[in-house]
């Protein structure tokens, strides 16, 4: 069986970067990658584009620029479009169709409002029910945690621990949009988005790109480390669980990953995806001290990028492997990366190892 591996990878500090455009942040990314490779294909990871900067057409675009002519598309599946697309070309390289593929995640969510952003992204609820009702992804996320209290006999210190663990990941991080520590004192004060959720709960959308080459077997990295499998499940939206993270995850659960990078668009989002993976229901959270878990910061401090995101958790991650990630540093050979939307309706898992 042919084996995919990760190349290389570069990425940009996620930021607010109003002075250039969607293609201007990868020509910033293009420029650090270090790779001579020239890919067979391009896959472009966005979310947002027709409607944050009204383009269409953007991998045709982003490719011209680079240069390139050959297999080109854009993936587009919501905030978890980056796992989508890490999906796709792992499987293009296993059909032996394509030797290498060229990722890449582009957002650009840092020019606008609070208002006009939560209007762009209620387009993942369901039509039917959801923003024409009054209703956002923070309604969702706090009706969430409401139920996740009742349940479990939790208080909002019990959601405390989330942002305390990824800000002071976070400040590690040279990449990170947050690059701060906070005290506890400064979560449960901070302001009320939709009670109970509040600020700190939540991930700051802004600017970003990240870049990976995908190769088959035939090129030689200088550290070599293998995507091992990739799972993807959907699943209705449910308050208190996430069915295709579970589905998603199955394939792996023998796995055992040393460390991993998952979807915490909010600190509801983060106790859910831990538990449909293993953890005690209702306790996950008391148990960050003892996992490796998103040591690049998160969404919470790392910054959310949109459909960029799986890209940069893909790229995160091989760097913990090869020993260059400039932040806090993950121990153990094996990693893992869920990437999902923010209602945790489309999952992608993807497994990683040093060989």
């Given amino acids: ?56 057409l953007l991998a045709s675009k982003v490719s011209s620029m680079l240069g390139f002519s050959g297999f080109t598309t854009r993936i587009e599946n919501g905030d978890a479009s980056g796992g989508a697309a890490i999906e796709t070309a792992y499987y293009m390289i296993k059909s032996g ?86 005290d506890k004192k400064t979560i449960e004060e901070s302001q009320i988005i939709s009670e109970p959720l509040r600020l700190f709960d939540t ?31 959907v699943s209705e939206f449910t308050t208190l669980s996430m069915p295709a993270v579970r589905q998603a995850y199955s394939q792996f659960s023998e796995y055992k990953a040393d460390f991993m990078e998952i979807h915490d668009s909010y600190s509801i989002n983060a106790a859910l995806i831990l538990e449909e993976i293993g953890f005690e229901k209702g306790k996950s959270l008391n148990m960050l001290d003892s996992i490796q878990v998103n040591y690049s910061g998160g ?20 760097m913990q492997l090869a020993g260059s990630f400039p932040g806090k540093r993950a121990q153990g050979e094996k990693g893992v990366i869920i990437s999902t939307d923010d209602l945790g309706t489309s999952a992608y898992v993807i497994g990683l190892k040093r060989c």
């Fill in 203 to 233: 991930s700051p959308r802004a600017d970003g790109a990240a870049a990976v080459l995908l190769t088959n077997e035939e090129f030689k990295p200088e550290i070599k480390v293998k995507i091992t499998g990739v799972s993807s499940a």
């Fill in 1 to 56: 069986m042919t084996d995919v591996l990760v190349y290389d990878s570069s990425m940009i500090k996620i930021d607010r970067y109003y002075e250039k455009n969607l293609v201007d942040l990868v020509a910033e990314v293009m420029s650090k990658f270090n790779s001579q490779i020239k890919p067979d294909a391009i896959i472009l990871a966005n979310a947002y584009s027709e409607t944050t900067v009204n383009q269409v």
């Fill in 97 to 182: 169709l394509v030797k290498s593929v060229l990722l890449i995640g582009v957002e650009k969510m840092g020019d606008f409002p609070t208002s006009y952003l939560n209007e762009i992204t209620a387009e993942n609820l369901d039509e039917k029910f959801g923003y024409r009702e009054g209703l956002t992804l923070q309604s969702f996320a706090a009706l969430q945690m409401k139920q996740y209290m009742k349940t479990y006999g939790v208080d909002y210190d019990y959601f405390t621990q989330w942002p305390l663990a990824m800000h002071k990941y976070g400040s590690e991080n040279p990449f990170a949009y947050l690059k701060f520590q906070v």
């Fill in 299 to 318: 969404l919470k401090s790392r910054g959310y990028p949109g459909g960029a995101t799986g890209i940069y958790q893909l790229a995160e991650s091989f």
